[in-house]
């Protein structure tokens, strides 16, 4: 059971806490199929390919003490990690004897290589191609060769694998890395070596936190440290970002141009950043300051008012996979995977740090648009780039060189059901519309809950409590931001007043067995335009329903060449269970009168297209653009302000 000792409070109270991954099923007919389809097919098929690429056999060579030979990046340890992470997670939810015989294989394996280095430092890459290049010595390349994210990355799965097994083999190995980081970086005299690649400081929060909910864990792991010294470890990564002493900078592209505290905004390589905005959040959750606040505000506010994608996606420039100037954000982005993924973790720190429903917002159009594209619908197809437009030269692969995207997509998706609910020992946040069925332990009562809803085709979700005894507590419901009229029922009572917080309505009340509250958020069909200041997108429009966004296909308008929307079209809509595992289809006319089909983006590219009609559109040339938008810009009450995005009127104003 998670406890709240670490609570921190922060202005608003109490800040939420997820369930533990074994407190919640998922019940649910978007989900529930999707993750099976990662849990069977994608997991295994990740597996296959990095043992077919010799990421496994690079661990056998560093434990027979060869030379040389290592294959594929030097982040492959990593990634075969981050894999195990994801595995673990869904182990927990679902015990798989097959797969839980894997990993202990894997562990084994990854043991013995350990062993043979003998000091707890593992690296496969450096060990067998240069082993006296270690940390960046002797002229090493520290931006390269991925020690402290391959390191983190294996910490973090020795804590997802101990917390889903109860399994002590992998956090043994994490615990003796762990060890070895803090004995090497530090103050004088050790050296200042921060993670070109950030991960590692999540990683060595979460091992910490491990550690104090379970004080005898250490001992039992022999750490020769105090898990304290974890945390000082951290800090001093943040700390000393954009200090240059004894080492040279990894500038502007690993965000360590200049001290974190003092970075005006989010640049350069999107996922290092993500990552590392991330750990930042996980630190202050256990030992913030205003500076660390003030930071996180500034950076997120950076991201998700200027430099944020319709699809949660973020980072528009290929050349360094990162992040462009503010409001750059062409059709044609480049829009990593792993960055969205990051995004999605970074969004869910800053829930857990502050509250408040606007970081679900983002994890939510990121989940639904951005990440679920990076998969194909059968689960074993893969995208880096994903674009809002394509001319028929972007395709998912089977695998890649640098196959990082489907690891972090499966531990993103493994983990994301802990996060449908979250709680602060007062309330219960019901945060995303997603069928499960959880227990949520609160002092004043243990609750059994359940969600049905059909979302995200329907905006009608219902929960029933079952609070082992009649108890009091608050049950916040998150009003996504995209949601502009809903009803609430207690018990079928319409609730007529209702308080609403940081994006939730909170209904505090005694509640009893069996308990019913429903939700009905409206989900019309709407198009989005985007800020005045983004250039690219002027005279277009996004069509959107709830928190899915759509697009235009050749496959299903072969007519079409070059779509514009009329200024008021009348759109249609109707779940189709057989199309691309169930979708709501959206059906209108463009200005001419030609029929345009459209389907939820994560579905693009899913289907033989013949050469001719592949093509992908998000954005749609809207007749009449700048009309419509005057009418937007005229109503204060809608006045841009710091949004991005905004929807503009089905119809013409009376
Ligand atoms: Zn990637």
């Not at 010595?137 to 109860?166: I, P």
Request: with cysteine; net charge neutral.
């Amino acid at each position: 059971m998670m406890t709240n000792k670490r609570i921190p409070t922060i202005g608003k109270g109490l800040a939420p806490l997820p369930l533990n991954r074994r407190d919640i099923r998922l019940d649910d007919a978007f989900w529930s199929p999707k993750l099976e389809v990662l849990r069977t097919v994608t997991i295994k098929d990740v597996f296959d390919k990095f043992e077919k690429s010799g990421a496994l056999a690079n661990f056998d060579r560093v434990a027979q003490g060869q030379r040389g030979g290592h294959q594929g990046p030097p982040f492959f340890d990593g990634l075969v990690y981050e894999t195990i992470r994801a595995a673990s997670d869904f182990l927990a939810a679902a015990y798989d004897v097959q797969l839980d015989a894997r990993l202990d294989g894997y562990i084994s394996r990854i043991g013995a290589a350990q062993a043979a280095v003998g000091d707890g430092y593992i690296n496969t890459a450096i060990t067998l191609a240069c082993p006296e290049k270690r940390w960046g010595a002797q002229g090493g390349d520290q931006l390269w060769s991925h020690e402290e994210y391959n390191a983190g990355c294996l910490v973090e799965a020795g804590v997802h694998h101990f917390r889903a097994t109860g399994k002590t083999s992998l956090l043994t190995l994490s615990v003796r890395f762990a060890d070895h980081l803090c004995a090497v970086i530090g103050p004088d005299p050790r050296r200042n070596i921060v993670p070109s690649h950030p991960l590692a400081e999540e990683a060595l929060v979460k091992l910490y936190q491990l550690l104090v909910d379970a004080p005898d864990l250490a001992r039992t792991l022999g750490c020769r440290v105090n898990p304290r010294e974890y945390l000082r470890l951290v800090r001093f990564w943040m700390d000393h970002r954009g200090d240059h002493q004894e080492r040279i900078s990894f500038t502007e592209y690993a965000q360590d141009h200049c001290s974190l505290y003092e970075q005006p905004e989010a640049v350069g390589h999107a996922v290092r950043g993500m990552l590392l905005y991330a750990g930042l959040a996980a630190l202050a959750a256990e030992e913030g300051s205003s500076r660390d606040y003030t930071t996180l505000h500034r950076l997120w506010r950076d991201v998700v008012e200027r430099k944020l994608f319709i699809t949660g996606g973020v980072g528009p420039i290929k050349e360094y996979e990162g992040f462009g100037y503010g409001y750059y954000l062409p059709p044609t982005g480049y829009i990593e995977t792993c960055a969205g993924v990051g995004l999605a973790f970074w969004a869910s720190r800053m829930h857990q740090l502050f509250g408040g429903a606007e970081y679900l917002d983002v994890y939510e159009r990121v989940i639904y648009n951005n990440v679920l594209a990076g998969i194909s619908l059968e689960g074993n197809r893969y995208s880096y780039e994903n674009p809002l437009y394509s001319q028929g030269s972007m395709h998912r692969w089977d695998w890649h060189g640098c196959p990082c995207c489907p690891p972090m997509l499966l531990k993103l998706f493994a983990e994301m059901p802990q996060l449908i609910l979250t709680q602060t020992g007062t309330d219960i946040y019901v945060n995303l519309y997603i069928g499960c069925k959880a227990q949520v332990s609160l002092p004043a009562a243990h609750v059994n809950l359940g969600i049905e809803t059909h979302y995200p085709w329907d905006g009608a979700a219902r929960i029933t409590l079952h609070p082992e005894e009649a108890s009091t507590f608050g049950l916040c419901l998150r009003i996504p931001r995209w949601c502009r009229t809903y009803t609430i029922s207690v018990n079928d009572k319409a609730m007529r007043k209702v308080a609403r917080t940081d994006g939730y309505v909170h209904i505090k009340r005694l509640w009893h067995d069996g308990d019913q509250i429903c939700i009905n958020l409206a989900m019309p069909v709407e198009r989005i335009i985007a800020h005045p200041f983004v250039n690219g997108l002027r005279e277009c429009t996004v069509i959107q329903r709830g928190p899915v966004v759509y697009c235009l296909e050749g496959v299903d308008n072969p007519q079409v060449a070059d779509p514009v929307l009329p200024p008021y079209p009348v759109f249609a809509y109707e779940f189709l269970p057989g199309l691309l595992g169930g979708v709501v289809r959206v059906t209108t006319q463009a200005a001419d009168g030609a029929p345009l089909v459209l389907n939820p983006y994560y579905t693009w590219d899913n289907r033989p297209i013949p050469k001719e009609h592949d093509w992908l559109r998000v954005w749609l040339r809207q007749q009449d653009w700048y009309t419509l938008r005057s009418e937007l810009d005229a109503n204060p009450r809608k006045a841009w302000g710091q949004t991005l995005y905004q929807p503009i009127p089905s119809c013409p104003p009376l």
